[in-house]
């Protein structure tokens, strides 16, 4: 039966197939594709509605009101501070507090890792978490997005489990040359991790980067909220007075809420479509190494 | 014994480098992890944020009597358990479905390139994913403009703000969203099955699908057993940025999960105590359910995650 599909030696299977996954990727890229010719629409035409395929006359006029928007700036800074120091603070530590974990003769190593892995299964959950962040002086406080996010059991057996790959001899030369166990970490082990390092900054970067929660629950003062926080309440409560009143100075009432929008979600993305290309050869090994211990 | 005590406190000391490393991680933990753990005892309380705990008197199980009683809960229990089964009964196999259509794909370019831009979205905030969904399925929407030109309905629906849309909202954008990157761990097993199984049952002349269910389904097993186990003990979770970003006045009814229930009583309420009990019942609840599904899955697979 299998011979009688065949035609010229390819299967009806193969080309449904083949059609299917350019399905999926068309499907997958659309709404990215979506955002980008709907900020780059001309205000004018964005007055009559979305596009769906063609920009009808292309102008720069909603990305001049976001960049020209102070508060969405400072969105934008707060967000990559949070971002690159969170990422660096989260690695290291995490790295840190592993390399003593994966260390077999640690006196309490026992006790130390059931206490870490509790931490995995049980949570004290939202209400319990923002009354402890309130009574920490962490509300409405930069470093609310950085001190909780330092640490996940997750990434510290991914850390350790990555540690054991890493030849002991190299470890035990440099301890014979007088490094100290800080040395032989920074100097020794760091240096042979790099393929963890990039997978776990990646994945705490992505977080960083997409998180709005965080800034909805804790963050009141306008300065400190992230990017995200700001578009969250763009889009979804539907709050941009203060950039329609910012468009209204600039462009007369012609420029539509929704192009500054688009422009906004897309300033919101290209960092990490730039990234992108860059990051996705590690994401699969990312994947396995912690499916391996997951 | 007493010998062995101060042996170990000798080499704790020669370590103290090592121990260095590892205490603030534990510290932390203690601080941002056990903490809120303890603080779960609020719900048999009258907790008021503004005073400290001792001062806060003792209700017992005041509060769960409460919210048992509250219509509003069990509607967010219906909404969370609604979702969570359409997610499980269809959304769980869609990726292991991809992973194995992605396989049958012989240019590996072309297989790499499809993998590639499926995982992409994964990488988008929510905030800007939600964003064209609320754009889509609106007034003049994508999906209202598509519908309307293929004759499947004559009129515009107001999608996001007709409640009975919801679920199916929640399903499709996570599905958009998800099952790229939910099919990796699948594409990662399957690409260590041994090619001698294949050839062998090529060889006793098995088809397309007679090796694709007897030889990767069966080789793929384990870990479509462990992601089940989590997807079950997951039941009354939700993904909380999604619905949050998703719900609006309109819709409340049928969006709002025990997750948003949990939120909208405490921090948008005030009802700390009352919002805590709900949080610690549902925890006792998931943890039941995660044995069950280890115990069940044990039974019939042999397969658990402990």
Redesign the interface.
């Known amino acids: 039966m299998g011979k009688r599909r065949k035609l010229r030696g390819i299967s009806l299977f193969s080309v449904c197939n083949t059609l299917l996954m350019l399905a999926v990727c068309f499907i997958t890229l659309y709404p990215m594709y979506f955002v980008f010719i709907n900020a780059l629409n001309a205000p004018e035409q964005a007055l009559l509605g979305t596009v769906n395929w063609f920009p009808k006359a292309i102008s720069l006029d909603s990305y001049r009101v976001v960049f020209n928007d102070e508060h969405l700036m400072n969105g934008f800074l707060v967000t990559t501070l949070r971002t690159v120091i969170g990422t660096v603070v989260h690695v290291l530590f995490t790295a840190i507090v592993a390399y003593g974990m994966s260390k077999s003769n640690l006196i309490g190593r026992k006790v130390y890792m059931k206490i870490a892995l509790i931490t995995m299964l049980f949570s004290g959950g939202l209400i319990p978490t923002f009354i402890l962040m309130t009574k920490l002086g962490l509300y409405d406080n930069f470093l609310v997005f950085i001190i909780p996010a330092m640490y996940t059991f997750f990434d510290m057996v991914i850390f350790i489990s990555f540690y054991r790959t890493i030849p002991d001899s190299l470890e035990e030369s440099a301890k014979v040359d007088g490094a100290s166990d800080y040395g032989v970490l920074f100097r020794i082990v760091l240096p042979n991790s790099m393929a963890v390092i990039a997978t776990i900054s990646l994945f705490a970067a992505v977080y960083h980067w997409n998180d709005y929660y965080q800034g909805v629950l804790y963050i009141r003062s306008q300065d400190k909220l992230p990017l995200q926080t700001m578009l969250y309440k763009i889009i979804a409560e539907n709050s941009m007075s203060f950039m329609q009143q910012q468009a209204m100075a600039q462009f007369g009432a012609k420029l539509p809420g929704n192009s500054i929008k688009f422009a906004s979600m897309m300033v919101a993305t290209l960092p990490i479509l730039a990234v992108y290309p860059f990051i996705q050869r590690y994401l699969v090994k990312g994947v396995m190494i912690g499916a391996i211990k997951g | 014994m007493f010998q062995q005590k101060t042996e170990?406190i000798k080499?704790?000391m020669r370590?103290w480098?090592?121990?260095s490393?590892?205490i603030?991680?534990?510290v932390?933990?203690?601080?941002?992890?056990?903490?809120?753990?303890?603080?779960?005892i609020?719900a048999f309380m009258d907790y008021n944020?503004a005073k400290s705990m001792l001062e806060s008197p003792f209700v017992g199980m005041k509060h769960f009597q409460d919210f048992v009683m509250d219509d509003r809960f069990w509607r967010s229990i219906r909404n969370t358990l609604g979702m969570s089964s359409i997610r499980l009964v269809l959304g769980f196999p869609i990726p292991i479905l991809?992973a194995l259509?992605?396989n049958?794909?012989?240019s590996i370019r072309?297989k790499r390139?499809?993998q590639?831009?499926?995982?992409?979205?994964h990488?988008?905030?929510?905030?800007?994913?939600?964003?064209?969904m609320?754009?889509?399925l609106g007034e003049?929407?994508?999906i209202n403009?598509l519908m309307m030109a293929l004759g499947i309905q004559q009129r515009e629906i107001l999608f996001n703000s007709d409640p009975k849309y919801f679920w199916w909202i929640a399903f499709f954008s996570d599905t958009?969203k998800e099952?790229?990157w939910s099919a990796?761990?699948y594409?990662?097993a399957i690409s260590g099955i041994d090619p001698g199984l294949y050839e062998a049952a090529e060889l006793d002349g098995a088809?397309?699908w007679q090796r694709m269910w007897y030889i990767t389904i069966q080789c793929i097993r384990p870990t479509i057993a462990i992601l089940f186990i989590l997807a079950v003990s997951g039941l009354l979770g939700s993904n909380?940025?999604q619905i949050?970003?998703?719900?609006?006045n309109m819709n409340m009814k049928m969006a709002e999960s025990i997750?948003l229930y949990?939120?909208n009583m405490?921090?948008v309420s005030g009802r700390?105590s009352f919002?805590?009990a709900v949080?610690f019942a549902r925890?006792i609840v998931a943890l039941g359910l995660l044995f069950l599904a280890n115990f069940t899955s044990k039974k019939l697979n042999g397969e658990g995650i402990f």
């Open positions: 170990q080499t704790f370590q480098q090592l121990q490393m590892v603030p991680g534990i932390w933990m203690f601080i941002f992890c056990y903490i809120p753990m303890f603080w779960l609020i944020i991809f259509l992605l049958e794909i012989r072309f390139t499809v590639t831009i499926s995982y992409l979205p990488f988008i905030a929510w905030t800007i994913f939600g964003g064209i609320l754009n889509w003049g929407g994508v403009q958009l099952t790229g990796i761990i594409i990662a088809n397309r909380f940025e949050f970003m998703l719900k609006n997750d949990i939120y405490g921090l700390y919002s805590t949080l925890s």
